[in-house]
């Protein structure tokens, strides 16, 4: 998969080919983008990594986190290419290396991944009487 940003960050992850695009929306769950023909993730990594991406927004870490505007965004997968309209974007590179890339300020990207982990944590019930 290769993500199209116009303009391009400054990040060389969003250079590279993906095999795993987050894309995070306001009150909708993340919409997860693998590989063509490839398992999805399991929640408990999906986690982990967005709950990675929310320590690289607190810390604004340079490295990994990039805050700009952008006016397009177009995911190529298997010569397709799919539009994406979302506020927050994590990208996990063939290397393992990451990247989030979000048009808003730091106390709306901080929300919006903190609702991303709130919505693949889950409820564990325990029926103890």
Do not use: Y
């Not at 992850?13 to 993730?41: D, M, W, Y």
């Not at 929310?54 to 997968?77: G, K």
């Not at 506020?87 to 990247?99: C, N, P, V």
């Amino acid at each position: 998969m290769i993500l199209h940003i116009d303009p391009p960050p400054p990040l060389e992850v969003f250079g590279q080919r993906l095999e795993l695009v987050i894309c995070i929306k306001e009150a909708a769950p993340p919409v997860v983008h693998t590989i063509e023909n490839s398992a999805k993730p399991d929640r408990h990594f999906l986690l982990g990594i967005v709950q990675t991406a929310l320590i690289a927004i607190e810390e604004s870490d340079p490295e990994s986190a990039v805050f700009m505007d952008t006016n397009s965004l177009t995911l190529e997968r298997s010569n397709e290419l799919i539009q994406l309209d979302c506020e927050l974007i994590i990208a996990r590179g063939a290397s393992g290396a990451f990247a989030v890339l979000t048009g808003t300020d730091k106390a709306s990207a901080r929300r919006l991944a903190r609702e991303a982990a709130r919505r693949l944590t889950g409820t564990i019930r325990l029926d103890i009487p």
